[in-house]
C-alpha cells in the first residue's frame, strides 16, 4: 500500500463522520448497547427538535409515544436487532416540542472483530406526509367501499375478465335475492335467461365493454327466486397502468316500474289518438250519413209515387226491388248514425239478464246447431238506462259474427255480471259500478292489428259481399251513446271477447217497478215460429213475456227469473216434453201455475179430459185469443 494510500484510509473516518453529521433527510446516530444515544447528527436534529448536547447519553426510547414505551416496543426492537442483525419498522413517534411524526426505522447492531455486540447504528426517516397520503387513499378507499356496499338500489360488483363475480353488494343481493357466498366465484350470466344465454348475450356484452370500454343496454334479468325484472346495466372495462384488462365494473338497476309507467303512457297516448281517430271518423260519417239520408229520402217518396201509377207487372217488380235496396241503404244510415252517436235513442231502465232472456230464442235461431251457444247471466242485476231494441240489434249482430268466427262444434257464451271499476280501468271510463254484456268465443281470434281498427266503420275481415263493416261499429256506437265503452279482447287461434259496459242504474228497472201490475209469462216451445207468434198474443194481452225454446232453457229461466208467474208450455218437444218439464219447475216453484198445448189428440201420454193433462190446465192448438183468456180466467 503506497503512502498516499495509507494517507487516504486514515481520513476515510474523518470523512465518514463529516458526511452523516451533514445529513438533514435522515435521522442516523449510534445508541449503546443498553439504548443510548452516544452520537447525533443535523438530520436527526431537524426531525426530533433536539441538539446533540440536550440528546446525547439519553436513551433513545424517549422518542417513543407513552403508549409504545408501556407495550415495550423499543426494548424489543433492540433485542431483535441483537439477535437478528436488524430490527426494521414503522410507527409513531415524538418531537421534542411533543408534537408526533411518522417514521420509517431501521436498526442495525455493531459488533467488533470478534463479533461482540458494541453497539447500534439507528437511521430514523420522516415519512408522515406518506402516511398521510396512505391513510387518506385508505379512508377514501373506505368511504367507497362503504358507499357501494351501503347502496341498496343499484347492483354493483365487479367481475373478473372470465366474467366471473368477485364481489357483491347490498343491492346486488336486495334485487337479485342472493347472498354473497351464493355468487361470488359464478358467471354473472346466471341472471340472463336461457334464450339469452344460448344466444351469448353476456359473453357479448363483455366484448364489447371489452372493445369500447363501456357497454350499456337494457333486457329481461332473472332474480333467485325465479321472477323477472327489467334492468338497466351498465358495464365498464377495468385496466391497469399498463392498459392490462383486469377485470369489469357492472351496475345493474332495476327498472321494471318505469318500464311499466312507459308502457301504461304508451297505451294512453295510444287510446287518446284512437279517441281523437274515432271522434274525428264519427263527425265526418255522420255527416255523411245526414246527407244520405236526405237523397235516399227522395228515392224513397219517389218510388212510392211511382208505384202509384205503376200499371204493368214489370214495372211493379221493378220497383219492389228498387224499394228493398232502398230499406238496405235505409239500415246502413242507421249503423252509421248509431256509429256516429247521432242516432236518437228511446232510452229506458231495464234489466239486461231479462231482456236477454226473452231476446235467447232470436239469439239461438241466428246459429248453427253444431256450434254450442250457452248463457252466464247473472241474477239480480241493476238496471240500465239504454234503448232496448238497439241493444237487441247488437247482441244479436255480436252472436252471428261469434258464429261465423266460430269453427263447427264451437262454442259461444253470453255473459251478464256486475262489475266495480276504478277511474279509467276501462278505457275513459269514470269510477262505479257497471253492468257488462260479454260474448265469447273460441274461434280463430284476431291479432292485435285488427282488433284496433275492428270498430272502424267498413273494416271487416270478412269476405267481399259476407259484411258491410258496420256491424261493430254500431255497437260501438251504442255503448258510447249508453253512457258506456266496448272492449276487444282477442288473441289469434284463442277467440274473442267482446264486452260492452254500461252505467248501473240507481233506479229499479221498469219491469221491476211494474211488477205488481203486470204478469211474467214464460213460453216454451221448440218451433220458433210458433214461439214468436204466441209471444206476440200474450203480449198483447198485457203480460211481460220470457220464451225458451227447450226445457232445459226454460229451467235455466225459472232459475233465474222467480218472478215468472205463469209456464205456457208445447208438450211435444225434443229434448224434455212439456209434462216433464212442468213436473219438474211445479216441484221447484210451487206457486207457479202451468198451461200445456198441443195440436196432437195423443202423443205417449194420457189423453187430455176435462181440460187437463196429467193435472195440468191444457189447450189444444190451434187456439184463438179469446180461448187463452177463457183458459187464463180458469187457473185464476
Not at 469 to 492: F, M, P
Amino acid at each position: 500500500m503506497t503512502a498516499e494510500t495509507l494517507k487516504l484510509a486514515s481520513q476515510e473516518p474523518n470523512r465518514l463522520a463529516l458526511f452523516i453529521s451533514s445529513v438533514t433527510d435522515y435521522a442516523i446516530y449510534m445508541l449503546s448497547v443498553d439504548g443510548n444515544i452516544v452520537s447525533w447528527n443535523a438530520g436527526a436534529q431537524r426531525f426530533k427538535g433536539y441538539a446533540a448536547e440536550e440528546i446525547v447519553g439519553q436513551h433513545f426510547s424517549r422518542f417513543y409515544t407513552e403508549e409504545d414505551k408501556a407495550s415495550g416496543i423499543p426494548e424489543r426492537a433492540l433485542l431483535q436487532a441483537a439477535r437478528d442483525g436488524k430490527f426494521e419498522a414503522e410507527g409513531w413517534r415524538v418531537r421534542k416540542d411533543g408534537t408526533r411524526f411518522w417514521a420509517s426505522v431501521v436498526i442495525d447492531a455493531v459488533r467488533n472483530e470478534r463479533s461482540e455486540l458494541i453497539g447500534f447504528a439507528k437511521i430514523t426517516r420522516d415519512i408522515t406526509d406518506k402516511k398521510q397520503a396512505e391513510l387518506a387513499l385508505h379512508e377514501s378507499e373506505q368511504r367507497f367501499r362503504l358507499l357501494v356496499e351501503g347502496v341498496t338500489d343499484y347492483a354493483i360488483y365487479m367481475l373478473s375478465p372470465e366474467g366471473l363475480i368477485t364481489n357483491w353488494n347490498a343491492g346486488a343481493k336486495n334485487i337479485k335475492g342472493y347472498e354473497a357466498h351464493e355468487v361470488i366465484g359464478t358467471s354473472f350470466s346466471r341472471f340472463y335467461s336461457a334464450e339469452d344465454q344460448q344466444e351469448g348475450k353476456p359473453q357479448a356484452a363483455l366484448q364489447a365493454a371489452k372493445a369500447h370500454g363501456r357497454f350499456e343496454s337494457e333486457g329481461w334479468r332473472f332474480r333467485k327466486d325465479g321472477s323477472r325484472f327489467f334492468a338497466h346495466v351498465v358495464i365498464d372495462a377495468i385496466k391497469n397502468d399498463m392498459g392490462e384488462l383486469v377485470g369489469f365494473a357492472k351496475i345493474t338497476r332495476d327498472i321494471t316500474e318505469r318500464k311499466a309507467a312507459q308502457a301504461e303512457l304508451e297505451k294512453a297516448r295510444e287510446a287518446l289518438y284512437q279517441a281523437q281517430k274515432m271522434e274525428a271518423m264519427g263527425k265526418v260519417t255522420g255527416g255523411i250519413a245526414h246527407d244520405f239520408n236526405n237523397l235516399l229520402s227522395v228515392v224513397t217518396n219517389g218510388l212510392v209515387l211511382l208505384r202509384r201509377n205503376a200499371s204493368r207487372d214489370t214495372d211493379i217488380r221493378l220497383i219492389d226491388t228498387m224499394e228493398r235496396a232502398a230499406q238496405r241503404g235505409g239500415t246502413l244510415i242507421q249503423q252509421l248514425l248509431a256509429f256516429a252517436r247521432q242516432q236518437p235513442l228511446q232510452k229506458e231502465h231495464q234489466n239486461l239478464t231479462r231482456l236477454i232472456d226473452s231476446f235467447e230464442a232470436v239469439l239461438r235461431r241466428a246459429g248453427r246447431s253444431t256450434t254450442k251457444l250457452d248463457f252466464e247471466l247473472a241474477p239480480d242485476l241493476p238496471s240500465v238506462l239504454i234503448d232496448v231494441a238497439q241493444v237487441e240489434t247488437g247482441l244479436l249482430n255480436l252472436v252471428v259474427n261469434a258464429y261465423d268466427a266460430t269453427p263447427p262444434h264451437g262454442r259461444i257464451v253470453v255473459t251478464t255480471k256486475l262489475v266495480e271499476l276504478r277511474d279509467k280501468q276501462v278505457q275513459k271510463l269514470p269510477a262505479g259500478r257497471y253492468v257488462t254484456l260479454s260474448v265469447r268465443d273460441d274461434g280463430h281470434g284476431m291479432p292485435a292489428d285488427v282488433a284496433t281498427k275492428a270498430i272502424e266503420p267498413f273494416f271487416t275481415t270478412k269476405e267481399v259481399g259476407k259484411g258491410t263493416g258496420l256491424g261493430l261499429s254500431q255497437v260501438y256506437g251504442i255503448a258510447q251513446q249508453s253512457g258506456g265503452d266496448l272492449v276487444i279482447q282477442s288473441k289469434e287461434g284463442e277467440g274473442t271477447t267482446i264486452t260492452l259496459y254500461f252505467p248501473a242504474s240507481e233506479l229499479d228497472s221498469a219491469s221491476d217497478t211494474e211488477q205488481a201490475d203486470i204478469e211474467t209469462v214464460l213460453i216454451v216451445d221448440d218451433q220458433v215460429e210458433v214461439l214468436e207468434m204466441t209471444a206476440e198474443l200474450f203480449r198483447s194481452l198485457g203480460f211481460d213475456v220470457l220464451s225458451a225454446t227447450s226445457g232445459q232453457h226454460a229451467l235455466n229461466i225459472l232459475q233465474r227469473s222467480p218472478h215468472v208467474s205463469l209456464l205456457f208450455s208445447d208438450v211435444v218437444m225434443n229434448d224434455m216434453n212439456g209434462i216433464e218439464l212442468a213436473k219438474r219447475a211445479s216441484a221447484a216453484y210451487p206457486a207457479l201455475r202451468v198451461i200445456l198445448s198441443s195440436g196432437y189428440a195423443g202423443h205417449g201420454t194420457a189423453v187430455p179430459t176435462h181440460g187437463k193433462l196429467e193435472g195440468f190446465h191444457f189447450l189444444a192448438k190451434p187456439y184463438r185469443v179469446n180461448e187463452v183468456v177463457r183458459k187464463l180466467r180458469a187457473i185464476g
